[in-house]
């Protein structure tokens, strides 16, 4: 039987997001990712959330898009030096990253809103994605997961009120998203909604 699980956006949700506005595209737009492991700072009960989630037989799968690489504003290194991080404090059963942005690289499948990681996901651990869950901070987040059981937007992003970004999100989607406080309290009530009968 395909498996049920948790997939995970990292900055806002996992780890604090980071600001360089002396770092920007041709745009003008500031690099928002952590350019070392040192920059990557994790919010409280973040491992506890994985474990949580991992007790009740919940797969855990963090997916990320990471625009800032396909700018070039940090080298593969400190992509993977980020990630080796995360996996030791998250223990996540997998991590999937976009690299691609439009006007860098050229389209994708896998860049959110897309479900690329998702579905790439779902191939590698044999994922219900119906019968699973997508947790966010943003409306990209709970757009890519349309077609999940449920959606948690994360109420972390300073200044905005996650309830107006809700309010931009398709209707029928709206009813499957809940505004959590954090990770942890996201997956308390995933393993609710898991364990009802």
Do not use: W
């Not at 997001?17 to 919010?43: M, N, T, W």
């Not at 959330?49 to 009740?56: D, E, G, Q, R």
């Not at 119906?130 to 947790?135: D, Q, V």
């Not at 059981?149 to 709206?174: I, T, W, Y």
């Amino acid at each position: 039987m395909s498996r049920i699980a948790a997939f995970i956006d990292r900055d806002g949700v996992i780890s604090h997001e980071v600001k360089h506005p002396e770092i920007v595209d041709a745009q003008g737009r500031a690099c928002s990712d952590p350019l070392s492991p040192d920059e990557l700072v994790f919010y409280p009960r973040v491992a506890e959330a994985f474990a949580l989630l991992k007790a009740h037989g919940i797969l855990t799968c963090i997916v990320s898009n990471q625009v800032g690489f396909a700018k070039g504003f940090f080298p593969v290194e400190t992509l993977e030096a980020v990630k080796a991080k995360m996996r030791g404090h998250c223990k996540p059963d997998g991590i999937y990253y976009c690299t691609h942005h439009e006007d860098y690289t050229g389209p994708c499948e896998c860049k959110k809103p897309k479900k690329g990681m998702l579905l790439a996901a779902a191939k590698d651990h044999d994922i219900d994605i119906s019968r699973s869950f997508m947790i966010g901070d943003r409306r990209i987040d709970m757009q890519t997961g349309d077609g999940c059981r449920a959606c948690f937007m994360v109420a972390s992003r300073e200044g905005e009120d996650p309830h107006a970004e809700l309010a931009k999100l398709d209707p029928e989607l709206q009813k499957r998203v809940v505004i959590v406080k954090d990770l942890y309290e996201a997956a308390q009530r995933i393993v609710a909604l898991v364990n009802r009968p």
